[in-house]
């Protein structure tokens, strides 16, 4: 979803950016405490399916709207069921099932979309997606939450009236605004502002983000107007600029697969030297210099091909993650997952969220901490530490070395 960003930064107004919470568990075990586990699968690009899912408020109402993908070709998707519930705290096993026919937006043989209206009671205050595969006689369920929004939420939706559930859009594709009053036009802020990359695990001279940014130019639209933004870089959506309240999304081009050669560079900074970095940037779209800098990072044409294809591989995955007010490469928990992999293990809570690696090459723990800005109330930034060094360089080695 596009980050809504909220009134206050405290600590129950935080709650409700809380991320999605991924877990697999057997069908006899569905009656599960929503906290303290292992999410691993949250980041997992390799999934049966692929859940997209959001809930806005809307007066007294809720709204949930969800795309439902199937990714493994050699199933149906009748293989999946998906219900819903609504629980009082992650701390309880069970909840109240929400039944009722949802809105169909779009129903193919891989993708089911759409939007289901409920209420809930006040003391109930998260919203379980519970997704069912089915194989043979044998199933397994696959539990997602997300904390009921407090407040009047603000959204944006496609020209197809598809919520936009990422927080980044395709340079010039339509889009409109919701959850905003009527009597007064958006103030549109855009940064073009090209954020630095986070420094490796065990620096110490992490750069922050300010905490106010002048955007590089202000214009205003008609709340009920459908906007086509034309450049990239960062947007603030608000009613009233001097709020906190907003839409915060990246606008993006070859996004989030990069196509294009000039945007290959940028992410090659943590597996190159200085040197070879600068040589990769003046290469611009000149493929041959390009080529050249690779060849002399992994010795030869095989171990290029391999290294390009595994390593942007990670990359699109990370901006799918963790695209914030910066790409999702550019983040912490971005670098950490190009640099690592998929998290052997990951523990989320409210004000941090923890990885273990643990595989034959290193065992590695990171912690990432909520740092909000107003663009991301849900921005992590890694604990650095010097003892991630030897790690980090092996890691670096075997990458160019097109190990992975």
Same mark, same amino acid.
């Given at each position: 979803?596009?980050?809504?960003?909220?009134?206050?930064?405290?600590?129950?107004?935080?709650?409700?950016?809380?991320?999605?919470?991924?877990?697999?568990?057997?069908?006899?075990?569905?009656?599960?405490?929503?906290?303290?586990?292992?999410?691993?699968?949250?980041?997992?690009?390799?999934?049966?399916?692929?859940?997209?899912?959001?809930?806005?408020?809307?007066?007294?109402?809720?709204?949930?709207?969800?795309?439902?993908?199937?990714?493994?070709?050699?199933?149906?998707?009748?293989?999946?069921?998906?219900?819903?519930?609504?629980?009082?705290?992650?701390?309880?096993?069970?909840?109240?099932?929400?039944?009722?026919?949802?809105?169909?937006?779009?129903?193919?043989?891989?993708?089911?979309?759409?939007?289901?209206?409920?209420?809930?009671?006040?003391?109930?205050?998260?919203? +379980? @997606? %519970?997704?069912?595969?089915? !194989?043979?006689?044998? &199933?397994?369920?696959?539990?997602?939450?997300?904390? /009921? =929004?407090? #407040?009047?939420?603000?959204?944006?939706?496609?020209?197809?009236?598809?919520?936009?559930?990422?927080?980044?859009?395709?340079?010039?594709?339509?889009?409109?605004?919701?959850?905003?009053?009527?009597?007064?036009?958006?103030?549109?802020?855009?940064?073009?502002?090209?954020?630095?990359?986070?420094?490796?695990?065990?620096?110490?001279?992490?750069?922050? +983000? @300010? %905490?106010?940014?002048?955007? !590089?130019?202000?214009? &205003?639209?008609?709340?009920?107007?459908?906007?086509? /933004? =034309?450049? #990239?870089?960062?947007?603030?959506?608000?009613?009233?600029?001097?709020?906190?309240?907003?839409?915060?999304?990246?606008?993006?081009?070859?996004?989030?697969?990069?196509?294009?050669?000039?945007?290959?560079?940028?992410?090659?900074?943590?597996?190159?030297?200085?040197?070879?970095?600068?040589?990769?940037?003046?290469?611009?779209?000149?493929?041959?210099?390009?080529?050249?800098?690779?060849?002399?990072?992994?010795?030869?044409?095989?171990?290029?091909?391999?290294?390009?294809?595994?390593?942007?591989?990670?990359?699109?995955?990370?901006?799918?993650?963790?695209?914030?007010?910066?790409?999702?490469?550019?983040?912490?928990?971005?670098?950490?997952?190009?640099?690592?992999?998929?998290?052997?293990?990951?523990?989320?809570?409210?004000?941090?969220?923890?990885?273990?690696?643990?595989?034959?090459?290193?065992?590695?723990?990171?912690?990432?901490?909520?740092?909000?800005?107003?663009?991301?109330?849900?921005?992590?930034?890694?604990?650095?530490?010097?003892?991630?060094?030897?790690?980090?360089?092996?890691?670096?080695?075997?990458?160019?070395?097109?190990?992975?």
């Amino acid at each position: 979803m596009l980050r809504n960003i909220p009134n206050r930064f405290n600590l129950s107004t935080m709650k409700k950016f809380l991320p999605l919470l991924f877990l697999l568990v057997s069908t006899g075990l569905q009656a599960q405490v929503l906290r303290n586990l292992n999410f691993r699968y949250l980041y997992n690009p390799d999934e049966v399916f692929t859940l997209s899912w959001d809930v806005v408020k809307q007066s007294d109402t809720y709204t949930v709207f969800y795309d439902l993908k199937l990714n493994d070709t050699s199933r149906l998707y009748t293989d999946l069921k998906i219900t819903w519930e609504l629980r009082k705290s992650p701390a309880e096993k069970t909840g109240i099932p929400k039944t009722g026919t949802p809105t169909e937006l779009e129903s193919s043989a891989v993708r089911k979309a759409g939007s289901l209206q409920f209420s809930a009671d006040a003391d109930q205050t998260i919203v +379980v @997606a %519970k997704v069912n595969v089915v !194989d043979g006689k044998k &199933s397994w369920a696959f539990l997602f939450y997300k904390p /009921l =929004p407090e #407040t009047q939420s603000l959204y944006a939706t496609s020209s197809t009236n598809d919520m936009i559930k990422e927080s980044f859009i395709k340079r010039g594709s339509p889009v409109s605004f919701h959850g905003f009053t009527s009597d007064k036009p958006l103030q549109v802020s855009y940064y073009k502002d090209a954020f630095p990359a986070g420094a490796p695990a065990f620096s110490t001279a992490q750069a922050r +983000v @300010a %905490k106010t940014i002048k955007p !590089d130019s202000v214009f &205003s639209i008609d709340v009920a107007t459908e906007a086509s /933004l =034309p450049h #990239t870089g960062l947007y603030l959506i608000q009613q009233d600029t001097a709020s906190t309240a907003g839409i915060a999304f990246r606008v993006e081009e070859d996004y989030p697969k990069l196509g294009k050669l000039e945007s290959l560079a940028g992410p090659l900074i943590y597996v190159c030297t200085k040197q070879e970095y600068e040589k990769i940037k003046l290469a611009g779209n000149d493929k041959k210099r390009f080529d050249q800098v690779i060849l002399s990072i992994t010795g030869n044409t095989e171990r290029a091909r391999t290294f390009m294809r595994n390593y942007f591989k990670r990359v699109e995955a990370a901006n799918l993650y963790f695209s914030s007010y910066k790409e999702g490469w550019k983040t912490d928990r971005g670098m950490i997952y190009i640099i690592y992999g998929v998290p052997d293990e990951v523990y989320l809570f409210d004000d941090r969220e923890v990885w273990e690696y643990k595989n034959e090459n290193f065992k590695e723990r990171f912690q990432f901490v909520k740092s909000a800005t107003i663009f991301d109330p849900d921005n992590f930034v890694l604990i650095r530490q010097k003892s991630f060094a030897d790690d980090w360089y092996q890691m670096i080695d075997l990458w160019r070395k097109a190990r992975f």
